[in-house]
């Protein structure tokens, strides 16, 4: 193909109401080699749709889904978790997952235990767990952490890791 002037108008009316239906470039170049039999590079193509002024939408942005703390939260409380569907208890722990990872950490996040004590935790590439309190000697109880590794194990669940 030598521009965009050897294509009729039907053919350019076509193209137009591909980019309209929301095809990319990969799919219009497909459809030219498929319907019309031309065969153009990619390249070819962006430059076509240049040439004829033809704007491609722009891809749909996926609906965010739910943050983990709060996937975590609904799940412990539809689980029935007492004092976690009302913010972390004796014995409780809230988990959310960092949306940006410590540096070395496969996964990192906080995890509330209540009454202000606020911990960073993360996971290592050996699987290791590693926690930095918030406040200077605070040591979560036995209960605490059960809390807090079952719910760390339906986070991880529900995020897809």
Same mark, same amino acid.
């Given at each position: 193909?030598?521009?965009?002037?050897?294509?009729?108008?039907?053919?350019?009316?076509?193209?137009?109401?591909?980019?309209?239906?929301?095809?990319?470039?990969?799919?219009?170049?497909?459809?030219?080699?498929?319907?019309?039999?031309?065969?153009?590079?990619?390249?070819?193509?962006?430059?076509?749709?240049?040439?004829?002024?033809?704007?491609?939408?722009?891809?749909?942005?996926?609906?965010?889904?739910?943050?983990?703390?709060?996937?975590?939260?609904?799940?412990?409380?539809?689980?029935?978790?007492?004092?976690?569907?009302?913010?972390?208890?004796?014995?409780?722990?809230?988990?959310?997952?960092?949306?940006?990872?410590?540096?070395?950490?496969?996964?990192?996040?906080? /995890?509330?235990?209540?009454?202000?004590?606020? /911990?960073?935790?993360?996971?290592?590439?050996?699987?290791?767990?590693?926690?930095?309190?918030?406040?200077?000697?605070?040591?979560?109880?036995?209960? *605490?952490?059960?809390?807090? *590794?079952?719910?760390?194990? /339906?986070?991880?669940?529900?995020?897809?890791?």
């Amino acid at each position: 193909m030598k521009s965009a002037k050897s294509l009729s108008d039907d053919q350019i009316k076509q193209i137009q109401a591909w980019a309209d239906e929301g095809d990319g470039f990969s799919e219009i170049q497909k459809k030219l080699r498929d319907e019309f039999e031309l065969r153009v590079t990619y390249l070819e193509t962006r430059f076509l749709l240049e040439d004829l002024k033809i704007e491609l939408k722009p891809a749909p942005v996926p609906e965010p889904e739910a943050k983990p703390d709060e996937v975590a939260t609904s799940d412990m409380a539809a689980e029935g978790e007492a004092g976690l569907d009302e913010g972390p208890g004796e014995g409780g722990a809230r988990v959310s997952l960092d949306t940006l990872l410590r540096p070395g950490a496969l996964i990192s996040g906080k /995890v509330d235990f209540g009454g202000g004590n606020k /911990v960073s935790w993360w996971l290592d590439q050996m699987g290791r767990l590693g926690m930095d309190p918030g406040a200077p000697g605070f040591r979560p109880s036995e209960e *605490q952490m059960i809390a807090f *590794q079952r719910e760390l194990r /339906v986070v991880i669940q529900k995020s897809g890791l």
